[in-house]
Nanobody, 114 residues
Framework: QVQLVESGGGLVQPGGSLRLSCVAS????????MGWYRQAPGKQRELVAH???????NYRDSVKGRFTISRDNAKNTVYLQMNSLKSEDTAVYYC????????WGQGTLVTVSS
């Protein structure tokens, strides 16, 4: 059974940066496309950034130029570098493979506030 563990969230001021990590245990990450998702209070979960097994990346329009997704297959880890953070980026962030999804991890909370 695959376990996803996200980390790196926290409280940051607008304009600040955070780097999120997602470690997958129980599977070989490199063969899957992976995504970072977020869910803000009262809203549906949305895809923020995606990276294919071949490392091609795509981003939600609202984060283009600010967020960077990357992967280290040797460490079975996917990262999300978030720069120029805005209050609307506040959410719980999750990672997962392309559908069909693994069980969701606990996520990591990102709060952007002054």
């Amino acid at each position: 059974q695959v376990q996803l563990v996200e980390s790196g969230g926290g409280l940051v001021q607008p304009g600040g940066s955070l780097r999120l990590s997602c470690v997958a245990s129980g599977s070989i990450l490199r063969i899957y496309g992976m995504g970072w998702y977020r869910q803000a209070p009262g809203k549906q979960r949305e895809l923020v950034a995606h990276i294919t097994s071949g490392a091609t990346t795509n981003y939600r329009d609202s984060v283009k130029g600010r967020f960077t997704i990357s992967r280290d297959n040797a460490k079975n880890t996917v990262y999300l570098q978030m720069n120029s953070l805005k209050s609307e980026d506040t959410a719980v962030y999750y990672c997962n493979r392309d559908a069909p999804f693994w069980s969701w991890g606990q996520g990591t909370l990102v709060t952007v506030s002054s």
